[in-house]
């Protein structure tokens, strides 16, 4: 059975799961579905047309699923996904998507969303992220797996955060960040790899080694970024996360952190 509490507001229109809890005054809108064990705390307002994945966590204040805070927006269809595992702290807001951006916002799985955030239309989100206090994504944005985000680091619509990259308190970044790689500033610079972030996923002692490699040419020797990316691809072409990284910076829109 779910247990919602009596005060709560639940659309009958929502899709309520066996081991779903609803807090005191919680709102529960229209085309909302609550997969198994996730928890709404008190005051919480999730809208939809939205789905929230198995055992998933939103605490008090937080508004999940809100119309984007577009201009352009003309209230056409569009929806917000958030997969299993994820924990939503106070205050934080998440907007669906827009026709412009594919119709759809997406966060992934296991990722760790702290208070006060904003993940606007149309971002889309990997597993296994955290977001500190106070980070806001603009719209458009993407952010790959085991990113970390630091307080207060604010990112620009259409920006791409590659794979297990990290951003210092207060960032702002207005180009891509590429994978692995340490930001901090305002504009973002790169400040090394993130050598923790590697440890913990697992990379050996060579395969730091390389990412750092391929960091110095990027950014130590004073190469153009062509022929550092060629240099690079060169010298770690049997390196599948170094390969990532070139795949990443010769597919980046905005350019990168230089």
């Known amino acids: 059975?779910?247990?919602?509490?009596?005060?709560?507001?639940?659309?009958p229109d929502a899709t309520i799961a066996a081991g779903v809890e609803v807090g005191p005054y919680a709102v529960?809108?229209?085309?909302?579905?609550?997969?198994?064990?996730?928890?709404?705390?008190?005051?919480?307002?999730?809208?939809?047309?939205s789905h929230i994945g198995a055992g998933t966590r939103i605490f008090q204040f937080a508004s999940v699923g809100a119309i984007p805070q577009d201009k352009k927006f003309a209230g056409e269809n569009s929806r917000l996904e958030i997969g299993r595992g994820n924990t939503?702290?106070?205050?934080?807001?998440?907007?669906?998507?827009?026709?412009?951006?594919?119709?759809?916002?997406?966060?992934?799985?296991?990722?760790?969303?702290?208070?006060?955030?904003?993940?606007?239309?149309?971002c889309h989100v990997g597993n296994g992220t955290v977001f500190a206090n106070g980070a806001s994504l603009?719209?458009?944005?993407?952010?790959?797996?085991?990113?970390?985000?630091?307080?207060f680091t604010l990112v620009h619509q259409f920006c791409r955060l590659g794979r297990g990259a990290f951003t210092s308190m207060g960032s702002c970044i207005r180009r891509d960040v590429p994978p692995w790689v340490m930001v901090a500033g305002d504009p973002a610079q790169p400040h090394g790899t993130n050598s923790e972030g590697l440890r913990r996923h697992g990379f050996d002692t060579e395969g730091q080694q390389r990412l750092r490699n391929a960091y110095r040419m990027l950014y130590k020797r004073g190469w153009r970024l062509e022929e550092a990316v060629s240099e690079i691809e060169r010298k770690h072409a049997d390196d599948a996360a170094v390969m990532a990284l070139v795949a990443f910076i010769r597919d980046s829109e905005r350019g990168i952190v230089r």
Request: glycine share 14%; proline share 4%.
């Open 28 to 49: 529960i809108g229209d085309q909302v579905t609550l997969e198994a064990d996730c928890w709404i705390g008190p005051h919480a307002v999730v809208e939809g047309p």
């Open 1 to 11: 059975m779910s247990g919602i509490h009596p005060t709560a507001v639940v659309s």
């Open 138 to 151: 603009a719209g458009h944005v993407v952010v790959e797996d085991f990113v970390t985000l630091g307080g």
């Open 88 to 122: 939503i702290r106070e205050c934080v807001t998440i907007n669906r998507g827009t026709d412009e951006g594919g119709g759809v916002t997406r966060i992934g799985d296991e990722n760790w969303i702290m208070a006060y955030v904003h993940i606007a239309h149309d």
